[in-house]
């Protein structure tokens, strides 16, 4: 089955008591047991609940993976995958990488004894460098936040698999519609759902795929133990999302292409970073795993400074200043004061993350609109 045919289909079943075509909120917190000892497949919520199923289905299957398993967040998500490892493990990940999946790993994890290394993975090579005998996951993030670096997901989970080492991508960025970790050798997908997947702005959710089902095992026993899981109410609204996700992909991804297009040949503007430029250092490997480069880039003003880009993030009228992404709402975002705060000043700027980069998240609105917002805005700078 095709990409839009799953989105629309997979999971969701009739309803088996009236028929319903939409998988109904079953909003309870347990189910009543004919005996002690046997149930319908459901005995207490955090455990399983209907429509939180159907869309761990939903979102397997556009994941071309066997099992999926939804949270509370994607940070949810993340903390359970990082619980499978033990103290005196170590973790490899990038050095461009999404501000509270880095707070975690140095703030929560490393007092328990976890050792994370943040490298460039842009250069594969660099990956045989930190690898030793305590190393047991390999977190990717592809493509990057808000730099927009590419991983090579394939070479990068060879070299893992070789060394016994977990390979879990955060493919947040790219959602399931232009890139599929499963298919390139990574054992774990991650997704804050909040973003593309539920796709409109008003749910916060994380979501795993696996294929393996020992591993599938671990996690849904510690989502279970831990409880970080989302309710019905919300699976529902990601649900309803997902049917439109290849519509909203398309569009995104043509935006993107028209705002970076735009943004690039402006006399105002310093460096555009959006993957689907040929002199983009991660354009090859982009082409070759992702199917479109998607409606996230980032850019800086020429000659600029913060005072520049603050003056040009209150300017805009259409584009909302606000964190986040993915939802069908243009949004404009700071990522040295806002998503990507939590890493410190010296860490962030050695690593590319400059004062005054500017992030877009570009919706589905026309993007004349779009266009016109800016040029108004850069008009003012
Ligand atoms: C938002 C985001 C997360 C965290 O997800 P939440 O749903 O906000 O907990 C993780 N990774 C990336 C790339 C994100 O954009």
Known sequence: MKFGTKA???????????????????????YVQESPSKHKGYAYARGANPTRNALQKSI?????????????????????????????DEVITSNDLYGGSYRMFKKVFEKFGIKFHFIDLTNTAN????????????????????????????????????????????????????????????????????????????????????????????????????????????????????????LRMERHCLNGKIIATFLQTHTKIGKVYWPGFSDHPGYVIAKKQMSDFGGMLS????????????????????????????????????????????IPKEERIKNGLSDSLIRLSIGIEDAEDLIEDLELALNLV
């Open 8 to 30: 629309v289909h997979s999971g969701v079943e009739p309803d088996p008591s009236t028929g319903a075509i939409m998988t109904p909120i079953y909003q309870t917190s347990t």
């Open 60 to 88: 397997a299957a556009l994941e071309n993976g066997r099992y999926g398993i939804c949270f509370s967040s994607g940070m949810g998500a993340t903390d359970a995958v990082i619980k499978l490892l033990s103290p005196g």
């Open 127 to 246: 990956l045989n460098a930190h690898i030793n005998k305590n190393t047991k996951l390999l977190w990717l993030e592809t493509p990057s936040n808000p730099l927009m670096r590419i991983i090579d997901i394939e070479a990068c989970s060879a070299i893992a698999k070789k060394n016994n080492i977990l390979v879990a991508v955060d493919n947040t960025f790219a959602s399931p519609y232009l890139q599929n970790p499963l298919a390139l050798g990574a054992d774990i997908v991650m997704h804050s759902v909040t973003k593309y997947l539920s796709g409109h702005s008003d749910v916060i959710m994380g979501a795993l795929v696996v294929n393996d089902e020992k591993l599938h095992q671990e996690l849904a026993f510690i989502a279970n133990s831990c409880g970080a899981v989302p309710g019905p109410q919300d699976s529902f609204l990601v649900l309803r999302g997902i049917k439109t996700l290849q």
């Open 299 to 342: 850019f800086t003003l020429k000659n600029d400074s913060l005072e520049k880009a603050t003056k040009f993030m209150e300017s805009v009228q259409l584009f909302s200043l606000a964190e986040s992404l993915g939802g069908v709402e243009s949004l404009i975002n700071h990522p040295a004061s806002m998503t990507h705060a939590s």
